[in-house]
C-alpha cells in the first residue's frame, strides 16, 4: 500500500520529520513541561505554571544579563562585521599574498571556541599571562584586564571579534566574488572613483549578504556560551554574564531546572524571531537571483 | 564400564560448564571519577582493591565506568530516573542533597553497616559522619575518601618573617601575618609575593576564608530545615575580611577576582601567595609542582578561627559511595560498597591512595610514620580536633560561589555588604 506512488513524498519527508520530532520537538515539549514544574534536583516536585516564567522575568540577575548580552552582542556585532568587511574587501583580489593572508585570518575560526578562549585567558591573565608584559611598560602594571568590569568586557568582545570576523569575511567574500565584474569596469571606463563604485554598486548587491552575515552573527553573539564561560567566568561579578551563561547556570550549577527551562524558552522565542528575519532575508536573496 | 565412563565423563562436562557458568555470573557497574587505567595513587589503590575482591569473590566482576568527577551525583540521580543507574555510584559531600532528596540510593545499613562487628564499628573512625547521609533510619551513603581543606603556608617565608603557625590561629593573626609576608622582592613596584591567596571566580570555585569564617562564627550556614542563615553579622564580617585584604590591606591582588580556585592553587605553587586555604589533597601536588621555591617549605596549619583559642571548622568532606535503589545486583553491589569502605579497602587507600586513613589501626600502622605522609598526618589530627560536618540534606556545593560573588559585587562596588550578602542567602535558598 505504502509502495505507490502518492506516498513518495511523505517517505521523503518522514525521516526529517522523525529526526526532527525526536531531536526539536520532543526536547522543546519536555523542557516547556519542566518550565511550568517546580523541579528540585532532577525531580520534579509540584506543578507552578507560569511561576517560573515570573521569577526569571522580574529576576535583577536576569535583567543585568540581559543588558550584558545586549552590550556584548551589539559591540561584538559592529566590530566583527566591520572588521569582517574590511578584510573581505581588502582579500577580494585573488593573488598568491591575498591566499597567504586568506588563511592567516581563517586561523582564529579553525581553532576550537574553548581552545580560543582559553589561550585568551592565559594572555590577559596579570599573574602569568602576556598583557602584563605589554602594559607594565606602558606605566599600566597595575591594571587586571579580567578583575575590571569595563576591560573584561572589553576582553569578551575582543575574543569575539578575533574569532568572528573571520566567519564575516567569508561571507562577504563570497558576497563580494559573485558581484559581475562588469559593473565595476563599466563604471571605471565611465570615470566613476573607488568611493563611488564602493557606494553605487557594491553595497547595493552586497544588501543581502550583509543583512544575512549580520543576522547570523547577531544570533551567535546572542546564543555564545563558551567566551564567557572560559574567559570570564560571567566575572568580575556579573558584569559579564550572559543570558546564555545565566540560563547555564541556573540549569546546571544552580540545578533549578523550571527556571532554566522558563528563560531556555524565552530565549528560544527570540531565537526563533531572529530566524524568521534571517528566512525573509534568504527569499529576498533568492528574488534577486 | 565404557557407558560408565562415557555418562560420567558427561556429566563431569555438564558440572564444569555449569560452574564456570555461574562464575563470573554478577557484573557490577561503578561509576567514580577514578580511572584504573590511570597513573595516579588513588587509581592504583582503587585497581588493586578490585583485583583483591574479585580474587575473593570470583562470582562477581566490577567494571568502572570513569566519569567527570562534577557531575556524579547529577548523573546517577538522572540514571535512576532513567533505569539505568549504575550499581554504585561515588558522590561527593557538596552534592549530598542530589542522594538525599531522591529515592536513588539504597539503604546501606541493612545491607553493610549491620553487617560490621562491634571491634571494626569501633575502629572506624567516622561514624559521626553517618549523621550526614541519615534520614530517619536509613543510611544513604558510605564514606570513603574523606578530606578537608587546610591553611597552608610557606614555612621559609614563615620563618624569614619570624613567624609560627600560633601566629595564625585567627582571622586577625592571618591578615596581620600577610600584611608582613606581601613583598616587592625585586624593587619594580609590584608585589611578588603575596600574603594570602584567594580564587573569587564563580567558575572551579572552592572553599574560601569567607565561607570557613561565617561557618564558624555563625556555627554554620543553615537552619534544621536547610534554609540559609548567614545574611548577618557573622557572614558581614567574614566577607569583609575578604574585602578588605583586597581594597585595604593589599595583601590580595585583585586579580584574585578573575581567579578559580585552580589559578590561584597555581599561583600559590608558582611561589606568588605564603598562605591559602586549599584543600588537604593537593598536598602532595603543591609540593612537587613548586617553582621558585623548595615544595619541602609546604607546610599545614588548622583553618585560623574566628576567636583565640578555638581552631576554625575542618569541613569534613570527600567522597562517598551509593548503591542504586534499583540495582538487579543489591547483594554483590553492597558486598563492594562494604569492602571498599572496610579494612582491607581502608588500608589500600591510605597506602598507595595517599589518602587520610579512615580506621584507628590504619592510621596506627607504620607507614604512616614516613615522613612523605607529614601532610596526611597533620591533616587526621585537625580533622580529629575540629572536623565540623555540612548537612548532608542541605545543597551547599554552589555557596562558596554565592560567597565569591558577594565578596566581588562589594570590592567592584556593584553591591552594598548587605545586599550582596542578602543575593547570597537567596541564592542558596533558591537551590534548597
Redesign the interface.
Known sequence: MFSSEKFTPYRLVGLAVLVELGFVIVPLVIGFWYSVNRV????IRSFTGFDNYWRVLTSP?VANALAVTVTFSVISLVLTFVIGFGLAMWLERSNRLNGVMQAVVLIPYMIAMLVGSMLLKWVF????GLSDLVL?PMGM??V?I??D?ET?MAALVYNAVWRDSAFAMIMLLAGLKSIPGHLQLAARVDGASAWYRFRRITLPLLQVPIFITMIRLFIHLVNTLTYP?IL????????TETVVLKMY?LGF????LGQANALAIMVFIVNIALVAVLLRLFKKAGNIQ | MKKFWSIGGGLLAVSLMASSAAIAQTTLTMWTFLDINAKGGRNAALKQMISDFEAVNPDIKVKVEPQVWSTLAEKFVLGSNAGNAPDIGWVNSENLGFIMNSDAAADLKPLVLDGWSDQQKQDFLLNSSFSAVTDGDAVKAMPLLPSTWVLMYRKDLFDAAGLTPTDVATWDGVTKAAKLLTKDTNGDGQNDVWGIGLGLSQERFSVTPAFLATVDGNGGIFDDSCKATFDNDAGRAAVTMQVDWIDKDKVTPREALAMSSDDAIDQFAAGRYAMMIIANSRYEQIQRTAAGWDGSHLAIAPVPGTNAGKPGPALLVGWWAVQWSKSPNQEAAAKFISYMSGLDGAKLWNVPGEQIPTYRSVAERPEMSDPVRQGLRVTSEILANSGVLMPGKCNWGRTQADFNLATQQVILGQATLEDALRQAEQATNDRQ
Open positions: 528540585q534536583f532532577f525531580q540577575s591573565s596579570k599573574e602569568s607594565a602594571g597595575d587586571s579580567l578583575a568590569p573584561a564561560l570570564t567566568g560571567g566575572g568580575p561579578g556579573t558584569s547556570r550549577n544552580d540545578n533549578v
